[in-house]
């Protein structure tokens, strides 16, 4: 394998991510992939590849790469003031990087999870259907874990030749409001919950704890009182999935939590919202809104039809 | 035949539920539904998650909307036949018991007052029910152990079981398949590498399949060995 980029610094925590490891579950295997799927979408429209290629995720603090091949980039998500020798790249844009550059990337001062992609994608194996690293089984991305100094990743060639033109550009998501409103569907076991105890998580705000991580948010807040006990036999846990913990606190599961679990979900994050809490940071906060199914399917087919705007804008400009 | 219920699980899953216990019944009902998915897909399902007692399925929204995949779940769940034939194969799972490789069988033996030869007759000489996978990929959730057998979980977990690791805990058995920390007392282990993400199989068995295992003795334990790391030498890459 060439090597296309070497890892300086790996920042915080830098992984291998793509749209996710599909067909697994049911083996015990969690589909990882992406936490905030939008911006490593936009990401790769913006240098041409397909939606859910694979890129770098980096957390909290970025790392420092030295390009060893020239191709062309895009960055989206958080904003970690990515610098090419020094000096600002743009972020929600296409950009080139020549043989020798260095990319270093910040500590983010908004949002939580920057992507990173590469024009033609990373020469890594496909294991199991996909490039994602899934962490707990060392499976994926390179060698099954986060990167580290050193490492060498390269690039794939991408189908046709790629201009760094400045008009390959999208708008910035905003991370920074003090409070995120996630929209949520009701159950599937609210069932469980009294309903002063469900009055109580519509109506409140929680802070994202020090142990938010791939696998979920735990959530520090009022307590969200049960009829009883919130043990249940195990059953699966979809993406965004808020169990209520014996001790009343809430955890929201996401990309890479257990496929399957024994506590009670009082409602599901919707799928469009999932990248605004996967950019939340620790200490911040969201507060929950109940919608229907079919809101949440409008705003799943209206993040589905504007990517697909932006690639057609950028197909007819260019 | 167990009635479902079905619920959202946001807008891109639904689940089925059949009850809110651990039963074969139960659990027959989930595989059968999850069967029919595999042999007749519906267009728009992505994937599946069977657990004891309901069935997960992520669909694509785009696809499918969540009222009329319920009502062709609901119609499907209500085709099964009661009693629907066994379909799940038999895995054989060899086992070393005892000694170095289970160095609980000796207390599993005296919590239950028997000797550690019948403890091996009674966890080898049955098949049982894969309810379902999770906690770890391949970790397999068996039915039906000799309740003789059951013994409490261990005070203070231990920190890694190695994989291959047969273990009881309370009234169930199980297999490490990864190195993990655990709390089951363990009995023994099976030299098959359960997971392999190189296979194509990459665990050698699904929820709805049975497990019987088989006791070997260490010259059976490491010939099988030998053979299950040459092969898996063969498929890795330079």
Redesign the interface.
Known sequence: MSSGLIVRRPGLLCSVQDSGRIGYQSLGIASSGALDLRSLAIANILVGNSDGEAGLEACLVGPELEIEVGNVLAIAGADMEPKRNGEAVPQYAAFAVEPGDVLAFGAAVSGCRAYIAFAGGLDLPIVMGSRSTNLKCGLGGLEGRALKAGDSIGFRVPLAPLDPDPRRRDSREDFSAPLAALRVVAGPQDEYFTQHGIEAFYGAEYRLTERSDRMGCVLEGPVVEARGKTDIVSDGIPLGAIQITSGGRPIVMLADRQTTGGYAKIATVISADIPLLAQRRPGEKVAFKKVSIEAARRAALNDIAQRAALRRKLELRL | MPKAAF???????I?A?FG???SEELNVAVMAL?RSLAENPIEGV???????????V?YD??KL??RSLARELDRRSRLVPTGAARVGRTIEIPVRYGGAYGEDLGDVALHCGLSEAEVIERHSGREYRIY????????A?LGNMDLSLATPRMGTPRQAIPAGSVGIGGEQTGIYP?VSPGGWRIIGRTPLRL?D??REE??PY??GDFIRFRSVGDDEFEAIKARVDSESNEGA?P
């Open positions: 619920r959202p699980a946001g807008d891109r899953a689940v539920s809110d216990e651990i999850d992505i994937e599946t998650v069977p657990t004891y007692r309901s069935l997960l992520y929204p785009a909307r969540n379902m996978l999770g906690f770890l990929p391949g970790f959730y990864l997971y993400p190189r990459p665990i699904r929820p890459s």
